[in-house]
Structures are given as C-alpha cells and as structure tokens.
C-alpha cells in the first residue's frame, strides 16, 4: 500500500523533531468526531426541513396580510435554534 505525504485514509502523521512518523487511527479515535458530525447535521438537516416549511407557509401569508411579516420572520429564526444546539452538542462531544 501506498503512503502519501500525509500517511493512509485510516491515519495521518505526526511529526516529531525531524522524523514524520505514520500514525493509524482506531475505531475509538472516530468514534468522537463522527457522533459530533451526527449530532451537529441532524440538527442542520431538522432546521433546513422546518425552515422550508415555515417559508413556503410565510410567503404566501405576507402576500395577503403584509402586517404580519414580523411575525413571521421571529417564526423563521426558531427552528435555527436546533442547529445552535447540535453544535453546542458536537463541541461538548468533542471536549468529552
């Protein structure tokens, strides 16, 4: 197998004075950084769904009652709240 400068798909490098040393990486070290990727997509993914939703209802209730855009763009910024906390989820993961 070949290695490039930056070691295998399952590791990386570690440099060490003036020797590159490869590392591999084990199922625990992935562990960590996929259940923060997890964490912090399924909250982006809900709030894409419900925005979209929210939006295609918002738009075409501005166009009849344009007094309650404010309303609606406080309806809008709630669902962004579910990413916000995915990410605080992912970095308490990655601290963990």
């Given at each position: 197998?070949?290695?490039?400068?930056?070691?295998?798909?399952?590791?990386?490098?570690?440099?060490?004075?003036?020797?590159?040393?490869?590392?591999?990486?084990?199922?625990?070290?992935?562990?960590?950084?996929?259940?923060?990727?997890?964490?912090?997509?399924?909250?982006?993914?809900?709030?894409?769904?419900?925005?979209?939703?929210?939006?295609?209802?918002?738009?075409?209730?501005?166009?009849?009652?344009?007094?309650?855009?404010?309303?609606?763009?406080?309806?809008?910024?709630?669902?962004?709240?579910?990413?916000?906390?995915?990410f605080v989820v992912a970095a308490?993961?990655?601290?963990?």
């Amino acid at each position: 197998m070949t290695r490039g400068l930056f070691g295998s798909l399952k590791g990386g490098c570690r440099y060490d004075g003036n020797d590159l040393e490869v590392v591999r990486m084990g199922i625990e070290e992935f562990a960590k950084p996929i259940g923060a990727a997890i964490a912090f997509l399924a909250g982006a993914i809900a709030t894409g769904w419900a925005q979209s939703r929210i939006g295609t209802a918002g738009a075409g209730t501005i166009a009849e009652k344009p007094e309650t855009a404010g309303v609606l763009i406080v309806m809008e910024a709630i669902p962004e709240t579910m990413t916000i906390l995915g990410f605080v989820v992912a970095a308490i993961i990655m601290l963990m």
